[in-house]
């Protein structure tokens, strides 16, 4: 009998042939993440369990991205325990606004394929898209690892999506994963791995892919995982001729005989624009359906949507026009080389001239710290991955969240708009 993607990652980390669904195995950890709301408790937390010193600081990557630029008076103070922290225990993988913790996890190649990582946050499950366990853990969690290096998981049972086919124009990754967390709903996939297969996965580049792992914690998942190819080889810098002699990577994927706890199988062709209504991500609709409803606001950034092709998605439609009167645009890019690519590609440019507000990179608006946040009765129509009540202003905005491009054709006509 076979192994899933997921029981490959935590057997090969143990070194053991096999592992089953339900076990409890304590793994190896290959890289941590902390940003910058979490290091004052693990920072505390690392003492208090009686620690002095890191397993292996250069595991450790500490990021500020939530609270910059600080909003709120008591953000220094997490600046000054994280420094403080980092200083004493000799981390040296600290990034001051360079971008969102999980664009840089994978961006600055932190966590190849293969690994397995943990952070104080619940979108670590980006990491997936290229073939590494991640998934967020809380400060107690972290502060074990911080001291031993390893911690306990239960191998978690595996959804298979197959989706077989081409994509039709103007549908995006982010219109599939919501599609497919409509179906699964809220709670559909808890303490399970996803794990994507199909042609149309393959022809998606690791940009696409980072989208769906990443949102793949709104139905409960674990983590959401795709088999390393040569674009994931490309993208974390991994020779090409080292990645196809590379038995273990070569052979990371589900087998055919594996067990998996259920299959969903969907034609590429039937996916049409999304958007996840309030207040709940798998509160699904066509654009279709919701088309004409006066928006306030627009948002294009965060974890989910904030990279190069998808800023440049929105340039494509917005290119030589006018957002509409009174409708404001935030655009915010995942990463600090991110916005010098788009910068040097004329993107911002193009996204400024249409009357677009462009910020640095960061998490600011998505969770509702700063850069744009919004108030009662006014309606959104954002790229990021929650619509929860008060995540991005008071609990009576309303959150529509959508793909780059619906965004996009959205802040051209001041209502929601199918990209076309």
């Known amino acids: 009998?076979?192994?899933?993607?997921?029981?490959?990652?935590?057997?090969?980390?143990?070194g053991r042939?096999?592992?089953?669904?339900?076990?409890?195995?304590?793994?190896?950890?290959?890289?941590?993440?902390?940003?910058?709301?979490?290091?004052?408790?693990?920072?505390?937390?690392?003492?208090?369990?009686?620690f002095s010193r890191?397993?292996?600081p250069d595991k450790?990557?500490?990021?500020?991205?939530?609270?910059?630029?600080?909003?709120?008076?008591?953000?220094?103070?997490?600046?000054?325990?994280?420094?403080?922290?980092?200083a004493k225990y000799g981390v040296k993988n600290v990034h001051r606004s360079d971008g969102i913790c999980h664009q840089l996890m994978t961006e600055a190649g932190y966590v190849k394929p293969g690994d397995i990582a943990f952070g104080t946050d619940s979108h670590t499950v980006t990491y997936g898209c290229v073939g590494a366990f991640s998934t967020g853990i809380g400060y107690t969690e972290m502060a074990g690892i911080l001291g031993t290096g390893k911690l306990w998981i239960r191998v978690p049972e595996t959804i298979?999506?197959?989706?077989?086919?081409t994509l039709p124009a103007n549908v995006t990754s982010k219109d599939v994963i919501l599609q497919i967390l409509g179906d699964l709903r809220a709670d559909g996939a808890t303490y399970k791995s996803l794990e994507f297969m199909g042609d149309t996965f393959d022809a998606m580049s690791v940009a696409s892919r980072m989208t769906m792992s990443n949102m793949t914690v709104e139905c409960g998942a674990k983590c959401g995982l795709f088999a390393p190819d040569e674009k994931t080889a490309e993208y974390c810098g991994i020779d090409p001729d080292s990645f196809r002699s590379d038995d273990f990577l070569q052979n990371l994927r589900g087998d055919s005989d594996a067990v998996y706890d259920r299959v969903l199988t969907y034609r590429a062709e039937d996916f049409v624009p999304v958007a996840a209504c309030p207040s709940q991500v798998d509160n699904i609709r066509p654009v279709s359906e919701i088309a004409g409803l006066a928006v306030d606001q627009v948002f294009l950034g965060s974890c989910t949507n904030g990279r190069l092709e998808d800023l440049a998605a929105a340039a494509e439609i917005l290119k030589g026009k006018k957002i509409a009167p009174f409708v404001k645009m935030i655009v915010t890019p995942a990463s600090r080389k991110i916005y010098r690519q788009a910068l040097e590609a004329g993107i911002l440019e193009t996204l400024a001239e249409a009357g677009a507000m462009i910020t640095?990179?960061?998490?600011?608006?998505?969770?509702?710290?700063?850069?744009?946040?919004?108030?009662?009765?006014?309606?959104?129509?954002?790229?990021?991955?929650?619509n929860f009540l008060g995540r991005m202003g008071t609990s009576k905005v309303q959150i529509y969240l959508a793909s780059p491009r619906t965004a996009a054709a959205t802040a051209l006509t001041g209502k929601i708009t199918l990209p076309e």
């Open 1 to 14: 009998m076979g192994m899933t993607l997921i029981e490959k990652i935590i057997a090969h980390n143990i």
């Open 17 to 50: 042939d096999k592992v089953s669904p339900g076990e409890i195995v304590t793994v190896n950890v290959d890289r941590v993440m902390v940003h910058d709301i979490f290091i004052p408790f693990v920072a505390d937390k690392f003492e208090e369990m009686g």
């Open 54 to 56: 890191i397993w292996d």
């Open 60 to 86: 450790m990557v500490l990021i500020y991205d939530h609270l910059v630029p600080a909003s709120q008076l008591d953000d220094a103070r997490h600046f000054a325990k994280g420094d403080a922290f980092a």
């Open 160 to 165: 298979k999506v197959e989706v077989y086919g």
């Open 360 to 386: 640095h990179p960061g998490c600011g608006l998505c969770c509702g710290r700063a850069g744009g946040i919004l108030t009662d009765n006014e309606v959104v129509v954002a790229t990021n991955n929650r």
